[in-house]
């Protein structure tokens, strides 16, 4: 791998397993410093992120551990099949507050560490669910709508000072949190490989190494808009 991000300190959540493992160790093989958090596991950081203090508490961990923050990934999320009918209201919200709201609280307190670095890198995990519904899943695409706008938005605000914001939206991937579903469900799996013209499901990888783009120096004007990466999926939808 490259040292494109060396010097640079990173904070990746959800990063025990699936994307943000990947994105995690991909961002230190480009030679980033990176802080990781997750609600469990081998980590810099245990912790519910959906806790009112939690994110200003990894923060000020990471910045005490690294000296100051550059890049922020938030990748912790959850996502299951359910109805429309008998959606209780319990879920629904309990989707929003760990992909939605413990986002833009991890956000909201690293932007004086984003703006005070001058090239500061912002990074949500949306879905091709940002753009488009699916069945069984209106708590995950309400939310991954909602941090598609809410990246614009914070694009919009901290441009002025030299920070990016960008969705990278992953598409069908295969990861612990999918799996079961793909397990199951041989003829969703069959689905989804099928509607992407490159004829697999996503790895945790691919999503990685875009993140890692967005990160460095090469996507200095890349900010404000999501990323499909989905194979070609939705180019069919």
């Given at each position: 791998m490259s040292a494109r991000l060396a010097g640079r300190r990173a904070i990746v959540t959800g990063a025990a397993s699936g994307i943000g493992a990947a994105v995690a160790a991909r961002l230190a093989a480009d030679g980033a410093r990176v802080f990781t958090a997750d609600v469990k596991g081998a980590v810099d950081f245990v912790a519910d992120l959906t806790g009112a203090d939690a994110n200003q508490n990894l923060v000020a961990a990471a910045v005490a551990a690294m000296g100051g923050v550059d890049i922020v990934v938030p990748c912790a999320g959850i996502s299951a099949f359910h109805p429309l009918e008998g959606h209780e209201d319990a879920y629904f919200q309990r989707v929003l507050d760990i992909n939605l709201l413990a986002v833009f609280r991890?956000?909201?307190?690293?932007?004086?560490?984003?703006?005070?670095?001058?090239?500061?890198?912002?990074?949500?995990?949306?879905?091709?669910t940002s753009t488009f519904g699916d069945e069984g899943l209106c708590a995950y695409a309400a939310s991954k709508h909602a941090v598609l706008?809410?990246?614009?938005?914070?694009?919009?605000?901290?441009?002025?000072?030299?920070?990016?914001?960008?969705?990278?939206?992953?598409?069908?991937?295969?990861?612990?949190?999918?799996?079961?579903?793909?397990?199951?469900?041989?003829?969703y799996r069959d689905f989804w490989e099928n509607k992407?013209?490159?004829?697999?499901?996503?790895?945790?990888?691919?999503?990685?190494?875009v993140v890692a783009f967005l990160c460095s120096d090469d996507a200095r004007f890349v900010s404000g808009h999501g990323l499909w990466v989905d194979g070609g999926a939705m180019a069919r939808h």
């Open positions: 991890l956000v909201r307190a690293a932007v004086p560490h984003l703006k005070a670095h001058g090239a500061g890198r912002i990074v949500t995990i949306g879905s091709t706008g809410l990246t614009k938005s914070i694009a919009a605000e901290l441009g002025p000072f030299g920070v990016t914001a960008t969705c990278v939206q992953p598409g069908a991937i295969d990861t612990p949190m999918t799996a079961p579903a793909f397990t199951e469900t041989p003829a992407a013209p490159l004829r697999r499901l996503g790895r945790a990888e691919d999503i990685a190494d």
